[in-house]
């Protein structure tokens, strides 16, 4: 299977690291020019060298914007006008006591999680109807499915990801552009490290505290370990691409079987 997106133009928004920085690098192998995108222009730029160190010769572009703003999603629109594939993948996650996440948290999480998302679709999506084929994603998480007691504000803003993109799906139906929600499942970035070492402490080597974290946290995980950003990678590029013309409106599951359902 061979996976073309040569003339295509993707923006990941988030991709200044962990799994944004993965598709960003899958999309470029797959022959995309590819807007990568952190807060600030350093993070950005080495991002693009980054994408460029593995994929020799990729066309990349780094654009530094907040994308919680308003002012950082013009930035974004002014830099690059159109996009035949919206990956959103920017979000952020902490653990907190549930009842001690205040009203300013939650408007945060919804924000970023969700708003930043919605905007950008918003501006893009009309130019992808127009021309005829585009690919949004929403890169959503296990977590919008089972909830984290000790993460209830960022799976409640996953899950409100998964309703957003089914509605824009709808709302692209019969003109070839397809919206689709990717269910990622517990996933081996330097947040997620340092979130594990958090609950099972840091006397441990990495490989036996990622088990302990496995056994002990996520023991619904069939994987049974974490999942590295490359593999979810894998599953967004296949969604951008033109093979997966019949998926749209969906919640594709890249979970490790973390969620325990036979329905997806």
Request: with cysteine.
């Amino acid at each position: 299977m061979e996976i073309d997106l040569g003339g295509r133009r993707a923006l990941v928004t988030g991709s200044a690291q962990g799994i944004g920085l993965a598709i960003a690098r899958a999309l470029a192998g797959c022959g995309a020019a590819v807007v990568v995108n952190g807060r600030s222009e350093e993070t950005s730029q080495r991002a693009a060298d980054d994408v460029r160190e593995h994929v020799p010769g990729a066309d990349v572009l780094g654009v530094a914007a907040d994308l919680a703003t308003d002012e950082g999603t013009a930035a974004v629109l002014d830099a690059v006008p159109h996009v035949d594939v919206l990956v959103n993948n920017l979000g952020i996650f902490s653990s907190e006591d549930p009842l001690a996440i205040d009203d300013a948290t939650w408007r945060r999480y919804f924000e970023v999680n969700v708003l930043a998302g919605v905007r950008l679709t918003r501006a893009y999506l009309p130019g992808m109807v127009e021309r005829g084929w585009g690919r949004v994603q929403f890169v959503g998480s296990d977590s919008a499915v089972v909830i984290p007691a000790e993460m209830i504000h960022y799976g409640v803003s996953k899950t409100a990801l998964l309703g957003v993109s089914r509605g824009f799906a709808k709302a692209a139906a019969g003109t070839g552009v397809t919206v689709n929600s990717v269910l990622a499942g517990p996933t081996h970035t330097g947040g997620v490290e340092a979130f594990a070492r958090e609950l099972v402490g840091d006397d441990l080597p990495w490989d036996e505290a990622q088990r302990v974290f496995m056994r002990e946290h996520r023991p619904q995980s069939l994987l049974q370990r974490l999942i590295e950003p490359e593999e979810i990678a894998h599953l967004v590029a296949y969604l951008a691409s033109p093979l997966a013309s019949a998926t749209t409106g969906a919640a594709v599951r890249v979970d490790g079987g973390y969620i325990d359902s036979i329905v997806p």
